[in-house]
């Protein structure tokens, strides 16, 4: 979300016009603030100091932003509405426009219809977001994409007896049926050597298969097809892995498994019922996922990553530099 932020703070000339050193100070706290309580108390300051009520309620509204909140966000869709009426360029510190107004007020109601399920009016209010402000597409996009994702993965029953070649043993092929055996669930991820946000999140991915093969859940780890140079890369990443775990296996290169689960950003792991149902799509970060596994074993817990740093996984990987599939 900080991407929107960034296209919106841009101070008002009708402002900077009629500043004084103490208003100018004030707005810069408002717009920097990184909690509630100092956003709060920087209010008190700036309402005494006769700051219009429009700009406290955009600094709410980039706070939120800041920190990714999306109910949050939603939630302020009414006060951005009983603003409008009497919105005023002259009173903005973000908006260039009262049509960027506007379509951060429908972007608002957008994600109020997403926490109702509503997906039609979704489809509407986001809609109208982009028609009043193009500027900000993408902003908008993830949330599109979300939708259409769950919307393709409820329609989706995996075929678990297809066979895939297995990257450890070439000669050995196994479905997905085999290697999930009696579990009730099983997680997907998928990955390539050329992708750098995939390496930099294998250290995550490793941490989480260990911490579901305890509890018997498998893991299954797709290679993406690539090329045979790429190929080649994987296998010498593999081989100094030395906390792998779970089965690692090679998407075909033809109908790919990557494609019909839509997988275009990395992390991205896939939790699959014994019946080929998908129960979850997206960032193994994701409290969604953890609250799936939760459902089958209480005992599940998300475990605590290191962050790793890319020049220092970049230095380690087989090809030494950035490539890209």
Do not use: C
Request: net charge negative; no cysteine.
């Amino acid at each position: 979300m900080k991407h929107l932020l960034a296209s919106l703070i841009i101070l008002s000339t009708s402002l900077s016009a009629q500043s004084l050193p103490e208003r100018d100070q004030l707005i810069e706290s408002l717009l920097q603030a990184t909690d509630e309580k100092s956003l709060q108390s920087t209010i008190l300051k700036a309402r005494k100091a006769g700051l219009p009520e429009q700009m406290f309620l955009e600094a709410r509204f980039i706070l939120l932003i800041n920190q990714n909140d999306t109910e949050g966000l939603a939630a302020l869709a009414p006060a951005l509405e009983a603003q409008l009426p009497t919105y005023s360029s002259d009173h903005t510190m973000i908006f260039a426009t009262q049509e960027d107004f506007e379509s951060t007020l429908h972007y608002t109601k957008a994600l109020a219809a997403l926490q109702q399920d509503d997906t039609p009016l979704f489809k509407k209010h986001i809609t109208e977001a982009y028609w009043l402000s193009p500027a900000h597409s993408s902003q908008f996009a993830p949330h599109i994409n979300a939708v259409r994702l769950k919307e393709s993965m409820a329609k989706l029953t995996l075929k678990l007896d297809r066979k895939f070649q297995n990257q450890k043993h070439p000669s050995k092929q196994s479905s997905l049926r085999e290697l999930a055996a009696d579990a009730p669930i099983f997680l997907l991820h998928f990955w390539s050597p050329w992708i750098q946000t995939s390496l930099l999140a294998m250290p995550e991915y490793h941490a989480i298969a260990n911490t579901l093969n305890k509890q018997q859940i498998p893991t299954i780890s797709f290679l993406l097809a690539g090329t045979n140079e790429s190929r080649k890369d994987a296998d010498t990443f593999l081989s100094e892995q030395s906390s792998a775990q779970g089965h690692w296996l090679i998407d075909s290169p033809t109908s790919s498994l990557a494609s019909t689960l839509r997988i275009s950003t990395f992390p991205t792991v896939v939790l699959v019922s014994k019946d080929g149902q998908i129960l979850f799509n997206g960032d193994p970060a994701s409290a969604s996922l953890w609250q799936q596994l939760a459902q089958v074993n209480s005992n599940i817990k998300a475990p605590k990553i290191d962050p790793v740093l890319p020049e220092n996984l970049l230095e380690n990987s087989p090809s030494g530099s950035q490539k890209n599939e």
